[in-house]
């Protein structure tokens, strides 16, 4: 039997980037908001870096991939059609927890590719709408970086940049040969102490959770705000569907509990923050006479235009000693090849994302499982030739819509609480192709420029399906994009989208200072119209 | 009971012969280096203990296997045949070797004795974490000096 709640003025599903955010903003107007998330607290004193077999787990508990984790508040996915796995987070602080805290905003050319370039769709909005909004991110999150990067207008900075260590300066003197675009990259980390959160102390594990709280994940960035300001954040809520009166407006969402019950929550407006993957989960599981393909979907495109960044990883191995894993993961970026140039081969571009290196325990799987560290008496001596001497780039491609590209409803496959689980159909196309080859032919480079000797490459990272983007579109016409321009369905006009969902196009760079922006900005536009929001 | 515990029981002192003899063949001491073998007691025990579900069965029938199909125990024959015997193991039983490799490779590198050898830290990284060079920031002096490289719209 499902329990009927009090009614509550704004439910917001999911915790992570998006929901914490649009929680914070929305509470200064006083309404009674309820977030509802479906995982929990991270504790971070359980944080693999508090472990000596810290690596292993990002093959366990902490792995990026749910199928993997395989955690009671995860949701299994059907990747079985898709060359690229599933990267996210359930839970408090959402993808957040797992991020590498790799921070690039998007630039002016972003939001006008169809313009520009003449391929995929403009924005509804544009850089300069967004600027107030990335600076507001910016500070909520704290950001550290290096002002003056050459690739983009001028962007306030918060805190000293992450140190370039060994690998920073390899990389830079091969940049500077090749006479290539190189920066500090911005970080979602505190380099010194920042909003009562501790400073970086160059744990290694960025992606499996920060023990120190010097990386931005929103459980210790937006929520402690957020909660203080008034929401109520329920966890192991898992919102199975939105439901609809006659006159196409929400009345609330149902959802599990932690015991297994089913629970009503009525509320004025529903906001979506449940990533490229579960928003348009939740949307097609909301079925109803009215709307028969999915809730708030009568332009067909609700999980269509599913757009992750194809990933190439190139890394060399060099004769210096460099930085092991030891520094936070993020160290330097280069956007020599962000923007399109035909004669490349292909349109749009990619940044190269510069990590630092590998830990004891990834070096020997590189090793042995390429073929350059043997088994038996020769192991020592050719471990020791990579060991604390590899570091590299990863290429984050942009990825172009296609309708094609889909997140659906899986026949068979269901959640612990029995919902629906989504289904993933995803090709690569030619022009992403091209671009991660080309993207390792110039890798290599500037690599073996810098001193590498030997040169590991991989594309797409199999497992990279880290920013989950384009199925909620955004735009002014209701036949051509799931919500307006400021985050509103067409069709239901109390239901709002705030996540990665909402991405017309996804830029070479990883998404979440965007999405923090966006939904602030969707937030925002609902302030200033709360007279009229539902008009 | 847990899945580890469960691995754990099913090691009687011939299985962990067999297993602490394939570990020393993958990865054995080197005086050079001072690295210890990864068939030492405390790397064995790690590996058994971390080894779960289905790749505990795999290891376990492949170690049965080893220790009944070459006239003696695997862990009693000679370097040399024993490094044969790997070989062959290694075309014929790929994916449990590869299953075996990891889980060695996993425990191996984040044994102390490991750890020192290689001038590193035995320790977790939280809460000392480590020290990285802010570096020569001066490095950057080209890419200003060309300038701005974004595309107007």
């Known amino acids: 039997m499902t329990t009927q709640l009090d009614r509550v003025d704004v439910v917001i599903v999911g915790a992570g980037a998006s929901g914490a955010a649009a929680a914070w903003s929305l509470a200064e107007t006083g309404m009674q908001i309820v977030c509802l998330e479906q995982g929990e607290w991270t504790k971070p004193h359980e944080y693999p870096s508090t472990t000596r077999a810290w690596e292993a787990q990002h093959f366990g508990a902490y792995s ?256 210096e000693p460099l930085d092991g894993s030891r520094g936070p993961g993020v160290c330097v970026w280069s956007q020599e090849f962000y923007e399109t140039d035909l004669r490349r081969g292909f349109v749009r571009g990619f940044t190269y994302e510069c990590n630092r290196g590998r830990g004891p325990v990834s070096t020997a799987y590189s090793g042995v499982f ?95 399906g880290w920013h989950l983007m384009g199925t909620a579109r955004m735009g002014t016409d209701p036949e051509r994009s799931v919500v307006n321009e400021w985050g509103r369905s067409h069709d239901v006009k109390n239901l709002f989208i705030i996540d990665g969902s909402l991405f017309v196009t996804c830029a070479g760079v990883n998404p979440t200072r965007t999405i923090g922006a966006l939904a602030l900005y969707v937030a925002d536009s609902m302030k200033k119209r709360l007279a009229t929001l539902f008009d | 009971m847990n899945e580890n515990v469960i691995a754990a029981e099913r090691f009687n002192p011939q299985l962990r012969n067999a297993l602490a003899a394939i570990l020393d063949t993958m990865i054995p001491a080197d005086s050079e280096f001072s690295a210890p073998s990864a068939g030492s007691e405390a790397i064995v025990n790690d590996v058994i203990q971390t080894m779960t579900g289905s790749s505990a069965d795999e290891i376990v029938d492949l170690l049965r296997t080893l220790q009944e199909t070459h006239g003696k125990p695997f862990n009693e024959l000679d370097d040399e045949d024993r490094w044969r015997v790997f070989v062959d193991l290694e075309r014929s039983n790929p994916h449990t070797l590869r299953v075996l490799g990891g889980l060695a490779l996993q425990c191996y590198y984040r044994n102390d004795e490991t750890l020192v050898s290689l001038g590193m830290e035995a320790r977790t990284p939280f809460p000392l974490g480590h020290k990285v060079a802010d570096g020569d920031w001066s490095l950057l002096n080209p890419v200003r000096a060309r300038g701005k490289i974004y595309r107007e719209v």
């Open chain 1, 64 to 319: 990026a991939n749910p199928n993997r984790r395989g955690r009671v508040t995860d949701y299994p996915i059907n990747e079985k059609d898709s060359p690229i796995a599933i990267a996210n987070f359930n839970g408090v602080g959402g993808g957040t927890i797992l991020y590498n805290a790799h921070f690039p905003r998007f630039h002016p050319s972003d939001f006008r590719v169809r313009s520009l370039d003449g391929v995929a769709d403009d924005w509804p909005i544009d850089y300069e709408t967004l600027e107030p909004y990335y600076d507001e991110n910016d500070r909520m999150m704290g950001v550290a970086g290096l002002a003056g990067d050459p690739a983009y207008p001028d962007k306030q900075t918060l805190m000293k940049p992450v140190p370039l260590g060994r690998a920073g300066q390899a990389l830079g003197r091969g940049f500077n040969e090749m006479g290539w675009h190189w920066w500090p990259s911005d970080a979602a980390i505190a380099t010194e102490a920042y909003d009562g959160r501790a400073q970086c102390i160059n744990l290694s594990a960025c992606t499996l959770g920060c023990a120190q709280g010097a990386k931005a994940s929103t459980d210790v960035t937006y929520w402690p705000h957020a909660i203080r300001a008034g929401v109520e954040l329920r966890t192991r809520a898992r919102v199975s569907q939105i439901l609809v009166d006659d006159n196409d407006m929400a009345t609330g969402v149902v959802y599990f509990d932690e015991a297994g019950n089913e629970q009503f929550q009525p509320a004025e407006v529903v906001i979506l923050g449940c990533n490229g993957i579960g928003t348009p989960r939740v949307l097609l599981n909301s079925t109803s006479a009215r709307f028969p393909d999915g809730l708030a979907n009568r332009s067909g495109l609700v999980g269509k235009n599913l757009m992750f960044h194809p990933y190439a990883s190139i890394q060399g191995i060099f004769d």
């Open chain 1, 370 to 464: 390429s073929g350059r560290v043997p088994w038996g008496a020769e192991h020592h001596k050719h471990y020791r030739k990579m060991v604390e001497r590899i570091t590299g780039m990863v290429a984050i491609c942009e990825d172009l819509p296609e309708e094609s590209n889909t997140v659906t409803i899986d026949d068979e496959l269901v959640d612990p609480d029995g919902i629906p689980c989504p289904k993933l159909n995803y090709t690569l196309s030619q022009n992403s192709l091209d671009m991660m080859d080309f993207a390792i032919q110039r890798a290599t480079e500037v690599l073996k420029t810098a001193g590498a000797y030997d040169i590991m490459s991989d594309a797409p990272i199999a497992g990279g």
